[in-house]
């Protein structure tokens, strides 16, 4: 009689150290993977230019302020310089002036001097026979270089130990002719004739890889 409790005690142990295990399985089956989180680099300074290339002698596309987020999307090989999402478009940025935050190991690699970019060359039209009219070869127009501050000094060298030749307002625009070899001050013309602005206080518009490169 004692064997037979014996033996009905430890069948209902088992029953429930069954039913245990069966519900523990079922619980881990049911947690979802966690999902890598983006990358995300923050601006960890009060202004970060926003570039056409992964250096400084690309020209600046736009600024971010300082704690502005930006989705990455690649990386150079030597990855000091991000591919990111801008409120403006892509471009790249230095990452020594950020703050990197989720998961970089599945960012891509992008080699941008194997890429081949197109240049614009204005070629003249040659017409053969008789015709009424010339049709003129096609002008490419300069780059623009927009004002992005109150007021900018127009110097007549590249630097600020050079003479100020004038100041042009915000949101002017200035033809580009040329760029110091480090790209930190360009070479306009103004109301005032030609010279040189700071880099850093303007923003590029149109075509500057054909951008004279001038040493002073």
């Given amino acids: 009689m004692r064997n037979k409790r014996w033996m009905l005690l430890i069948s209902a142990v088992l029953v429930v150290l069954?039913?245990?295990?069966?519900?523990?399985?079922?619980v881990a089956q049911q947690i979802p993977q966690p999902v890598p989180a983006l990358p995300i680099l923050v601006v960890n300074t009060g202004a970060l230019n926003v570039r056409s290339g992964p250096g400084p002698q690309f020209s600046i596309i736009t600024k971010v302020v300082g704690g502005t987020?930006?989705?990455?999307?690649?990386?150079?090989?030597?990855?000091?310089?991000?591919?990111v999402a801008s409120p403006t478009g892509t471009g790249w940025?230095?990452?020594?002036?950020?703050?990197?935050?989720?998961?970089?190991?599945?960012?891509?690699?992008?080699?941008v001097g194997n890429l081949y970019v197109p240049v614009l060359v204005a070629t003249p039209v040659v017409i053969t026979g008789d015709v009424d009219e010339v049709i003129p070869a096609p002008q490419l127009e300069p780059p623009g270089i927009v004002v992005n501050t109150g007021r900018l000094n127009v110097r007549s060298g590249p630097g600020p130990q050079f003479t100020v030749l004038g100041s042009v307002p915000g949101g002017t625009v200035l033809d580009g002719l040329a760029r110091t070899p480090d790209g930190?001050?360009?070479?306009?013309?103004?109301?005032?004739?030609r010279g040189w602005v700071d880099a850093e206080f303007t923003l590029l518009r149109g075509l500057f890889d054909n951008l004279a490169i001038v040493s002073y």
């Fill in 18 to 26: 069954t039913t245990a295990v069966s519900a523990t399985a079922g």
């Fill in 93 to 111: 940025v230095d990452i020594s002036f950020t703050i990197p935050r989720g998961d970089f190991r599945f960012t891509p690699v992008v080699d």
């Fill in 69 to 83: 987020e930006l989705p990455v999307l690649a990386t150079n090989p030597s990855g000091t310089w991000n591919l």
């Fill in 184 to 193: 930190a001050w360009y070479l306009v013309e103004s109301p005032f004739g």
